[in-house]
């Protein structure tokens, strides 16, 4: 009987071994897939061209004005620390707008220098 309580022992290790591993490799993968996400977004929002001028501000919508608020942020715009992706569209725009016509106190040219 000893025997065989060591026997089962050794596989339920066994088991909590294998299911250990195969946890700590899906982990990986997912932190994987996760940089690689990043990085793609990273790379998408770096080649967005800040638009500056109301009217084509107010043109913008789905995921060009969401794109847009990102790189916005990216570069450290003032004024939409507070606004979010998942922020109303219209709260978005309304952001957006006060960057570019520089309500906040900076005028255009010297919130293109500071974003630069």
Same mark, same amino acid.
């Given at each position: ?5 060591? !026997?089962?022992?050794? *596989? ?6 294998? %299911? ?12 994987? *897939? ?22 084509? !501000?107010? *043109? ?7 794109? %847009? ?19 109303? !569209? ?27």
């Amino acid at each position: 009987m000893a025997r065989e309580s060591r !026997v089962e022992e050794k *596989k339920r290790r066994e088991e909590m071994v294998l %299911h250990a591993e195969a946890r700590i490799a899906k982990q990986a993968d997912a932190a994987k *897939k996760r940089k690689a996400k990043a990085a793609t977004a990273a790379k998408k929002i770096a080649g967005i061209t800040l638009i500056l001028n109301k009217e084509e !501000v107010v *043109k913008l919508k789905g995921q060009a004005l969401k794109d %847009h608020l990102k790189a916005f942020q990216a570069a450290g715009a003032p004024n939409l620390k507070a606004i979010h992706s998942s922020s109303k !569209v219209g709260i978005i725009g309304e952001g957006l707008q006060k960057v570019g016509l520089g309500n906040a106190g900076y005028s255009c040219v010297s919130l293109i220098w500071m974003l630069m």
